[in-house]
């Protein structure tokens, strides 16, 4: 079982950068397909970006396309998020999420993923 622990959140400016990070307890983490997602007050939880469980193969919500990227290092059972240029509409909770092996029909989808971590909060302000 992988248990997800995300981490890196803050407060910071519009314009600004923030990491944030996934670390993951199980063996089989380097066979997880990962993604990120973002929920806004009042607003229904958003995908963000996935990547698959080699590297080779990443996805970004056209909102964020240009100015997140995610990556992953499976020697340390971490994924991570870099974000950019960073706007008050990225104000979010973002949650990490892994998929097992096999079977991911598309990384946007919330439902498709079996594990989810607590959730860093991400503030810009303007």
């Known amino acids: 079982q992988a248990q997800l622990v995300e981490s890196g959140g803050g407060l910071v400016q519009a314009g600004g950068s923030l990491s944030l990070s996934c670390a993951g307890s199980g063996r089989t983490f380097s066979s997880y397909d990962m993604g990120w997602f973002r929920q806004a007050p009042g607003k229904e939880r958003e995908f963000v970006a996935a990547?698959?469980?080699?590297?080779?193969?990443?996805y970004y919500a056209d909102s964020v396309k240009g100015r997140f990227t995610i990556s992953r290092d499976n020697t340390e059972n971490t994924v991570w998020l870099q974000m950019n240029s960073l706007k008050p509409e990225d104000t979010a909770v973002y949650y990490c999420?892994?998929?097992?092996?096999?079977?991911?029909?598309?990384?946007?989808?919330?439902?498709?993923?079996?594990?989810w971590g607590q959730g860093t909060q991400v503030t810009v302000s303007s």
């Open positions: 990547i698959s469980w080699s590297g080779a193969r990443k």
């Open positions: 999420a892994a998929h097992r092996p096999y079977g991911l029909g598309n990384s946007q989808n919330q439902n498709e993923y079996n594990y």
